[in-house]
């Protein structure tokens, strides 16, 4: 898998740690995305916070202590992975989402943990939640496991060039999988069939959702040919099953912030999980105005589309 071109503005892919059971997986993940792009990874935490384990101390400074040694752990973790990445750790007094926000400001991409499982709180929990609306760079919140075999899933606007359609194509190219671009359908309110009926193929209404996602593929479709993508127009009423499926059989699901928040909404409280499901796939939050570069092996003859 070649490395994507890392920006001259934004080399460094920050992940925050609390010290929850899913910060190691955390950690791992951001290292690959640090070592793909040859970039640093800087690792940080914010405190006071709340500890469990064996980062729980007393007295006076423990906030401070604590948070060292959460760091110097993660660090020595980050670097077993890849012997040549460059790590390094930041400590900062502040609330976690707040901090983040002010760290993603010169980042190229910030990791973080999905909320630690519990029965009761299936979303993502406040500081993630807060983060999709505030992070200045591309957000990737780890929920805990990847499917390698599974396609990229773009949840697409029909915004024109928009950076997480771009992003997903990317990404699809640097995993070697395919692309599924679905496309959310508001039928119109006035419509006398809005209630769950089937939508059927020759509705002219759909056929024309259906040539405008085309029309938003067709320039990384031949910006990068190598990927194969399946055009998915989903009506409104379907799509909290689609987000469900694509959580649990995707590699990576990326969509844009900025919009009308919905699909965020849907991703950031995923369906309960079913027993023996540890975990949804990651998912990558990109903002309305970030610039996507091209992985360094790209190529540009006639695209295509599937589907």
């Not at 993660?74 to 760290?103: F, M, N």
């Not at 805990?144 to 396609?151: A, D, F, L, S, V």
């Not at 009308?260 to 999980?273: D, F, H, Q, S, W």
Request: aromatic share 4%; proline share 8%; hydrophobic share 40%.
């Amino acid at each position: 898998m070649g490395k994507a071109l890392a920006s001259r503005d934004h080399r460094t892919v920050v992940v925050g740690v609390d010290g929850s059971m899913t910060s190691t997986v955390t950690v791992g993940l951001a290292a690959a995305e640090a070592a793909r792009r040859a970039a640093r990874l800087l690792i940080v935490h914010a405190w006071p916070g709340h500890y469990r384990g064996r980062f729980r101390m007393r007295g006076p400074h423990r906030g401070e202590a604590e948070g060292s040694q959460l760091l110097a752990v993660a660090a020595r973790h980050a670097a077993a992975t890849d012997p040549e990445l460059v790590v390094e750790t930041e400590l900062r007094a502040g609330l976690p989402g707040d901090a983040l926000a002010e760290w993603s400001r010169e980042a190229g991409l910030l990791v973080i943990g999905h909320r630690d499982g519990q029965t009761t709180r299936q979303d993502w929990g406040s500081t993630a939640r807060a983060l999709a609306r505030t992070c200045h760079c591309p957000l990737l919140v780890q929920q805990g496991r990847c499917n390698p075999r599974g396609p990229v899933v773009a949840g697409v606007s029909g915004r024109p060039g928009e950076p997480a359609l771009g992003y997903a194509f990317v990404q699809a190219a640097l995993a070697g999988v395919d692309l599924v671009a679905a496309y959310g359908w508001r039928r119109p309110a006035d419509r006398p069939d809005r209630h769950p009926l089937p939508v059927m193929a020759g509705d002219p209404l759909r056929q024309a959702v259906a040539e405008r996602l085309a029309a938003a593929l067709v320039e990384w479709s031949w910006r990068l040919p190598q990927v194969a993508v399946q055009p998915l127009v989903v009506p409104d009423l379907d799509v909290p099953y689609t987000v469900d499926r694509a959580l649990r059989r995707s590699r990576l699901l990326v969509t844009g912030t900025g919009g009308r928040g919905e699909l965020t909404e849907l991703i950031g409280v995923p369906p309960r999980r079913a027993a023996g499901n540890h975990g949804f796939c990651p998912v990558l939050l990109v903002p309305p105005d970030w610039p996507v570069e091209l992985p360094d092996d790209a190529s540009a003859p006639a695209g295509r589309v599937t589907g």
